[in-house]
Structures are given as structure tokens and as C-alpha cells.
């Protein structure tokens, strides 16, 4: 497979190009989501977000369950939390966990600028002792931080889930690490394997992993339905 490396992953040229294709034909035109990015890459933080066709997803999503509370956990430049906050009612709420205050002020920014601000929070800290004290319940919960600790924010967000929520948890492909030998000892890898044996296990959470190609490469989704709710 030809194709230029984007951080740890290889994008083929013809998975972005369909990308652009279908975004082109589906998702209007959005200056100020782009400025978002834009903003994001001129302050110096990692160009990570998810792609605009993985933050639509995730709208739908939103909306395709009616979702009114949302928890994210790695809020970065706050390009997916647009998107998520974008899917709410005007009373419905994204609570955003950040372990960096200068990307939570990015953040901050962002969704001020484009006009969702009122309706995400965003907390500041280490996201699994920030977790407890979150205000639940939760409709829909989108994993993105560090991915060592995968297994913990699913665990620790279960405990503010209703039963119907869903889970989704990014990078879980990791284009193709999650099977590689070579890569058995990466911390990343291993947390990957650690949600998906806890999701394996827990008998409240029926999932699946859906994998993706596009501008970021080979990776996936995994996507869990909570069918018994914390209380
Ligand atoms: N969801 C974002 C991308 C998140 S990138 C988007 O798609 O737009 C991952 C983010 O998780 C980074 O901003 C990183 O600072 C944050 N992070 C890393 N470790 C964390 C931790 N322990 N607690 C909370 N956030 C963390
Ligand atoms: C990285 C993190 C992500 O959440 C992602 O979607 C892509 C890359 C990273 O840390 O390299
Ligand atoms: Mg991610």
C-alpha cells in the first residue's frame, strides 16, 4: 500500500479522496468547523481531531438517539465536542474532560466562536479523577484521550451511564497494531485490548467494532450499547 504517513498511522491517498468525495456531497460547507481546526494546528496542538465524516458520525448519532447529555473524554481543540454539542437540544449538554489547560482554552475558544459554548463544560484534569465527579446521567459517552487508560474511563463512565446509553470508544484499530506482534508491548495497543476485554466481559455492555479507512488512516470505532444503566 502506497501513501504518506500521517503521526502513526498511513493514509492512502484513495481513502481521503473518497473521504473528500462524500463530505463533499453530504456535509455542508462549515467555515467556522474549519476554523476550528484551523485555530486548533495554529496554537500548536496536535492535528488529531477526528475527521469531519467521524464527527459526523457522531452527530448522528447524537441525534439518532435522541441524545440530551454527552460526556467526551479528551476534549483537544474541541472540534468533535462541536460537533456532539451541535447534535443537542438547546437545553442538552456536552461535558468535555481535558487534562491540558492550554488545549481546554483552545477549546474554550472554539466553542464560544461557534456559538455552542453555553452548552459544553469543559473540566480540566486528569480525566479518571475527574470522572467521579461528573454530572450524569449520560446518553451517549465518546472515549478519545490517552489509550492507556481505556479501560478505566469506560469503567469509571459506566457509572454515570442511563441503561439505553451508548458507548463509543476511538483509535481501537490503530491501522492494525491492536494484532501485531511488533506492537504487543505498546502502551496504546494495550489499552485498546483492555476495553475490548472489559466490554468482552462486563454483561451490561453489548458491542462491536466497526473499522474505518479515510484521512486517518486505518482504524476504527467500537461501539457499545449500555443495556443496564448504573441506577
Ligand atoms: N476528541 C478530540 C480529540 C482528542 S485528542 C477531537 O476529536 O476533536 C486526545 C486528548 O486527550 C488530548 O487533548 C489530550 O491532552 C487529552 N488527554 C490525554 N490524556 C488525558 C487524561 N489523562 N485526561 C484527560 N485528557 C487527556
Ligand atoms: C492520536 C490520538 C487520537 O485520538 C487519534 O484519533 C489519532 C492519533 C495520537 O495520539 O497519535
Ligand atoms: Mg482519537
Redesign the pocket.
Known amino acids: 500500500m502506497s501513501g504518506r504517513c500521517?503521526?502513526?498511522?498511513v493514509v492512502c491517498e484513495h481513502w481521503s479522496d473518497a473521504d473528500a468525495w462524500f463530505t463533499d456531497r453530504l456535509h455542508a460547507p462549515d467555515p467556522t468547523l474549519d476554523a476550528a481546526l484551523e485555530q486548533a494546528r495554529h496554537a500548536g496542538l496536535?492535528e488529531?481531531?477526528?475527521s469531519a465524516a467521524?464527527g459526523k458520525v457522531l452527530h448522528l448519532l447524537a441525534r439518532m438517539t435522541s441524545a440530551r447529555r454527552v460526556l467526551e473524554i479528551?476534549t483537544?481543540g474541541g472540534y468533535s465536542a462541536i460537533w456532539l454539542a451541535r447534535a443537542l437540544p438547546a437545553d442538552g449538554r456536552v461535558v468535555t474532560l481535558e487534562i491540558d489547560p492550554h488545549h481546554a482554552e483552545v477549546a474554550r475558544a472554539a466553542l464560544d466562536a461557534v456559538g455552542v459554548g453555553e452548552r459544553v463544560e469543559i473540566v480540566v484534569g486528569p480525566a479518571l479523577d475527574t470522572l467521579p465527579g461528573v454530572t450524569g446521567p449520560f446518553d451517549l459517552v465518546f472515549v478519545?484521550?490517552?489509550?492507556e487508560n481505556n479501560a478505566g474511563y469506560v469503567r469509571a463512565a459506566l457509572e454515570h451511564c442511563r441503561a439505553g446509553a451508548v458507548v463509543v470508544v476511538?483509535?481501537v484499530v490503530r491501522g492494525g497494531r491492536i494484532l501485531e506482534p511488533a506492537h504487543a508491548e505498546d502502551p496504546?495497543v494495550a489499552g485498546v485490548r483492555a476495553v475490548v476485554d472489559l466490554v468482552a466481559q462486563d454483561p451490561r455492555l453489548d458491542a462491536t467494532v466497526l473499522q474505518t479507512v479515510g484521512t486517518?488512516g486505518w482504524?476504527g470505532f467500537l461501539f457499545a450499547l449500555v443495556t443496564a444503566g448504573a441506577g
Open positions: 500521517g503521526r502513526w498511522y496536535p488529531i481531531a477526528v467521524q479528551g483537544l478519545d484521550a490517552d489509550k476511538d483509535n496504546d486517518k482504524d
